[in-house]
């Protein structure tokens, strides 16, 4: 094997279209594996796991390239397939010449300028997104921050910005919105209808509307507005608008809040505030002894005297059922859930669900300081890791995206005797990978198959996030992960619960009924 | 009752991007209307400055303020007076270009020019003695911008030498220039040999007065007005002059030939501005000067105002920071060369003449003077793709200038140090070359940029200005 290493300066490119190049040159002829990516510290590591040395002084902003081929030709082919895709990423606005157009913009205030916007999207690294923004708050239009590691006094900072100039800031770490029908960074394909959606999480947001779309019933617009807008710091800022917004809009008939586990007292001050508005408003907001996301959108259609229906699930087929919890034959398997989301509000909900059944359960983004975990994020404990976390995506693709660190879990989790089940999420629409079902339904047969070289059987499960009308196909790609061998729901809470019950070798000393968010076991 | 978020959940969005471009990717799979942003990560160690700079609630209504009064600001050429009397210029001080210097870091132009001085001045026999009395410091140095004035290449003002006077009205500003000496062995490319300084004696003795007289007969004459006709006819206002030159003189010919002098001196006055196709550059400049002007002590605003060089150090500084000068080593500029000169005689750049790009023309004008390029060795889409790009670092448009191949738009006028920043787009500056040796005088013409540190210091300075790190 011939290794190739360089470090080229002043060329940057956004995780997403790297991750693209990456595989491009992975591809190529004589190349065994290939790694190029801007050389943040989470990418130094990547590379240097794959037993490259990365010389001293690398910043953040230069482009690595780590080229791993079977001779020096191997070596020639990978870099000619780099430059062509390279190549490629030049937009078309930076190679026109002569007369023609005039460059692409370079800021994006001067993009809302040109384009006449009404509406921006900022997806940069997070230590260039609160600049951004308010360049786009400057022009006055409204904003979704996608970008995550945004501090808390630049939200802050943002959000009052914007709201001395009556507009929006969503997010930051805003995944999800829908605004007058046009889905906007990771969303579901959902029919217009009369409710609106106010949600402090993205991919509750996605459950809310996929439960909402199976249930028949459309979204008139989704209003993300960032994970942290309900913490105490932030005190509701962007939530406070985005009801105002819903309350006089004439296409809205009932309002939903998503969140994420809300500090209570901005909680209180928000229930009293939608009071006022006139337009019901329901609300779907995680916390212990809070009804689960499913539980809640039951409630509302409930109040809307419509029928809750079944939620779609998909049976694992497959000659040992998982359902059928132990192998007899086997007899042996691990004690403990794990939990691999990519969604931090599904990860939420399933540590509330299975928590107030198993105890605390360790996790990147616990529900209690004393439960996180190492930087290894391993334990010999119930694990619930969220992988769209801000820590493992600083210079990287979110994993909806790019699900390379997710799938390296599921394999060392087939061969972890101390994992007795896998949940896991997958959540399809717009913005995520395109076709996500095969490779995760590939990494699920091959746990399941290192589990049962292991001599255990390894039950696995899925909370299946999507709408009949996503680009994925959501009942092509349940069908792809059933036949792997996967239990698969639409209701998160639902998923949590059926792993739950397969966990049933649980031994009485590790059943507890006590407080989620830690204490005693 | 307006509705809420300026009616954003009522209309049909239309979408600006900056990140990833798969996103941009999927709205257009909706039929969204996307504007994507080339975005780049800006210039290293600034993106905490940025933050603070970009949140201080000041500076869009500020920069809108420095851009219409920079656009406002009138430019009448109203008089011609030896600098000891317009500027208050005391013997043994001699103005420079670019930010502050001395002598043991003077580059080989500037020290050729000063050296030049000494001998008009009478105040040195020799060159050497020159370059001793200037070395034991005898003689002030002090930049032209610190006087509101502004000099082409060394830029050197000496008290006995003439000046023109251009008046904002509008602001109540005035600004001035040297006369311009024509190409090849001159003072402002360090050249001081005996043609240098008696052409400088004859410019005293015959030029000055002679101008001083038409003007006061003729003028004021508002040179704003000739700058945008000039743009329109194919001169950029920095290396190109023809047209502007030929019109000023237009303007001032029925006065001077009616001048009190002899017809020999006339016709000699008018033959030497008339042969020079930078006549009009040292009116060009302190015009643009007095926009910047306008511009300056605006709290919060990251709009440059000066822009200058001293052959040694490049200086910039800006509404929101006063007189404060952010400085680093000048560029070499890159172009074409006279006779057999070549890159390694090239002195690096030196001048106040980025004035011009400062206000909105010269570099930034550049797709209005397309033959300009044949000057710096480049091509015609160069020259376009040049203007549209300071679009980019602009704060906006001029009102006044405007070039006609891009539909009559403005010139980009305003360069904002925010955008340099996080763009990485530096202000291209059209110029000259003066020769790295005392005493050689033009060797080329080319394109340069400040070094981006200009502008990284600014910004942390600037940031520091709006309250928060």
Partial sequence: MTDHLEVRSGAYYDSVSLMQVSRQVAGAPGVAAAQVAMATELNLDVIAGMGFSVPAGVQPNDLVVAIRAEDENGVASGLTALETALAALRSAGSQAGGFGEAPAPRTLGRAVAVGAANLALVSVPGQYATVEAYDAIDRGVSVMLFSDNVPVEDEVRLKDAAAARDILVMGPDCGTAVVAGVALGFANVVERGPVGIVAASGTGAQQAMALLDAAGLGVSHCLGVGGRDLSATVGGRSTRQALAALAADESTEAIIVVSKPPAAQVLADLEAYAGELGKPVHWATLGTGRPDLTAAVEAFLEARGQAVPTWPSWPAHDSRDPLDPLDAATGASGRYLRGLFCGGTLADEAMLVAGAQLGGIRSNIPLAPELALDADLRADDHVVIDFGDDGLTRGRAHPMIDPTLRLERVAAEGSDPTCGVLLLDLVLGHGAHPDPGPELADAIRGAREAARSGGRELPVVVSLTGTRGDPQDLAATAAALSAAGASVHLSNAEATRTALSLLSDLPADLLSDTDPLGGPR | ?469
Wanted: with cysteine; proline share 6%.
């Fill in chain 2, 1 to 469: 009752m307006t509705s809420p978020l300026h009616g954003l959940l009522a209309a049909d969005p239309v979408l600006a991007t900056a990140g990833a471009s798969m996103f941009a990717d999927a709205l257009r799979d909706q039929a969204v209307v996307v504007t994507e942003t080339d975005w780049q990560p800006p210039l290293d160690g600034t993106a905490a400055h940025l933050t603070a700079v970009l949140g201080d609630a000041r500076r869009a209504d500020a920069n809108a303020v420095a851009l219409q009064r920079m656009t406002a600001a009138g430019a009448d050429f109203v008089d011609v007076r030896p600098a000891s009397e317009a500027l208050g210029l005391e013997r043994g001080t001699f103005l420079h270009a670019g930010p502050p210097i001395e002598w043991d870091r003077a580059s080989g132009p500037l020290r050729g020019a000063l050296i030049g001085a000494m001998l008009f001045e009478g105040m040195a026999d020799t060159p050497e003695a020159a370059e001793a009395a200037l070395s034991r410091g005898d003689v002030e140095l002090e930049p032209c911008h610190h006087r509101d004035a502004v000099g082409p290449m060394a830029g050197v003002i000496s008290p006995s030498m003439w000046v023109y006077e251009l008046r904002d009205e509008v602001h109540d500003h005035t600004s001035w220039c040297s006369l311009n000496e024509g190409l090849g062995k001159v003072l402002r490319y360090g050249a001081y040999g005996p043609e240098v300084i008696d052409r400088l004696h004859w410019m005293n003795s015959v030029l000055g007065p002679l101008l001083q007289q038409a003007i006061r007969a003729a003028g004021p004459i508002d040179v704003k007005s000739i700058i945008a006709q000039m743009l329109q006819m194919g001169d950029e206002g920095h290396n190109r002059n023809r047209a502007g030159s030929l019109m000023l003189l237009r303007e001032l010919l029925p006065s001077l030939i009616v001048a009190e002098a002899s017809s020999a001196d006339i016709a000699e006055a008018v033959r030497f501005s008339g042969a020079n196709e930078h006549f009009f550059l040292n009116l060009g400049m302190p015009a643009c000067k007095l926009s910047t002007l306008a511009a300056e002590g605006i709290a919060g605003s990251t709009v440059v105002t000066t822009m200058a060089r001293n052959g040694t150090d490049f200086g910039i500084r800006t509404a929101g920071t006063g007189a404060q000068w952010f400085t680093g080593p000048a560029n070499t500029p890159e172009g074409l060369f006279l006779g057999s000169y070549g890159p390694d005689d090239a002195n690096p750049d030196i001048g106040d003449s980025a004035i011009t790009e400062t206000a909105g023309i010269g570099g930034f004008a550049m797709a209005a003077a397309p033959a300009i390029v044949r000057f710096v060795g480049g091509d015609v889409p160069l020259a376009l793709r040049a203007t549209r790009t300071m679009y980019e670092i602009t704060v906006g448009e001029h009102t006044a200038y405007q070039v006609p191949i891009l539909e009559f738009r403005g010139t980009p006028t305003g360069i904002d140090v925010s955008a340099v920043v996080r763009t990485g787009i530096l202000p291209q500056i059209n110029t000259g070359m003066a020769g790295r040796v005392a005493g050689t005088g033009q060797v080329g013409a080319g394109l340069v940029t400040p070094p981006a540190e200009c502008f990284t210091q600014a910004i942390a300075a600037l940031a520091a200005a709006a309250g928060t790190p």
